[in-house]
C-alpha cells in the first residue's frame, strides 16, 4: 500500500469515549490521520461531503440512523467509498446487511488493536476484512447453506444409480412431489444441472461405485 499522504480517516460513533479511545489508539500511528468526528448519522453525510477521506469507521449504533442505513446512503452518494464497520455487535444479520450496504468490512470493538490497524490497511489498499470470528461464522453459515442433508444424499445416490422420481417415491415411501422438491435442492445447492454432473458428483463423494 503507498499512498501520498497518511490515510484519512473519520470516525461516525455516537460514544465519545468511544471514539476518544480508537483516535488516541489511530493517532499513534504515523500513516493514520484522524481528521473528522461525528456521532449522528446526517453529521455525517454532512462531514463526507465536505472532508477528503480515505475510510470511515462506523459503528453501527447511532442517535438518528443506524450505522448501516447509513453505510447504505454513503455507498449510494459516493460508490467507491471506503467503510469499515466497528461494532459490539457479533450479529450475522448485521455482517451481512452491511455488505449489502456496501461496507468492506467488520470488525468488533473488542478485538485487538492490531487487528483494527490491519483491518484499515487491508480495505484502503483495495482489499476486505473480516474479524476472524466473523468470517469463520461467514465461512460456516455458506458450508450449511451447501451442505446436502442426509436425506438430500439418499435421494442423489438414487438418481445417480438412474432410478427415476416415482422410483425413488417408492423406495423410501416420500410422494414424488417431495422428490422432485429434493432434487431442485439438490441442484440448487451443488449448482448442477444434467444428470451426467450429478452422477459425477456423487461418484467422486463415494455415493455410488462402479
Given amino acids: 500500500m503507498s499512498l501520498p499522504h497518511p490515510i484519512r480517516i473519520a470516525l461516525i460513533d455516537d460514544h465519545v469515549l468511544v471514539r476518544d479511545g480508537v483516535k488516541s489508539l489511530l493517532s499513534a500511528m504515523p500513516h493514520f490521520d484522524v481528521v473528522a468526528e461525528a456521532e449522528s448519522g446526517e453529521a455525517a453525510l454532512e462531514l463526507v461531503a465536505s472532508t477528503e477521506l480515505d475510510l470511515l469507521l462506523v459503528d453501527v449504533g447511532l442517535k438518528d ?4 442505513e447509513l453505510t447504505r446512503r454513503l455507498c449510494s ?6 467503510i469499515l464497520i466497528l461494532s459490539m455487535y457479533d450479529n450475522q444479520e448485521y455482517v451481512r446487511t452491511s455488505i449489502n450496504a456496501g461496507a468492506f468490512g467488520y470488525v468488533l470493538k473488542n478485538a485487538p488493536s492490531q487487528e483494527l490497524i490491519a483491518a484499515i490497511e487491508a480495505i484502503v489498499a ?3 476484512f473480516y474479524s476472524p470470528e466473523i468470517a469463520r461464522k461467514l465461512a460456516t453459515n455458506v ?3 451447501n451442505e446436502l442433508t442426509p436425506r438430500e444424499l439418499q435421494v442423489l445416490s438414487m438418481i445417480a444409480k438412474g432410478l427415476n422420481n416415482k422410483e425413488v417415491a417408492r423406495e423410501l415411501d416420500i410422494s414424488v412431489r417431495t422428490v422432485e ?3 431442485l435442492s439438490i441442484r440448487r445447492k451443488l449448482n448442477i444441472d444434467t444428470p ?3 452422477v459425477k458428483y456423487a461418484l467422486e463423494h463415494g455415493l455410488i461405485s462402479i
Fill in 65 to 68: 440512523m443506524n450505522g448501516l
Fill in 77 to 82: 452518494l459516493y460508490p467507491g467509498i471506503k
Fill in 126 to 128: 483495495g482489499g476486505s
Fill in 143 to 145: 458450508r450449511d447453506e
Fill in 181 to 183: 422438491t429434493y432434487r
Fill in 196 to 198: 451426467a454432473a450429478l
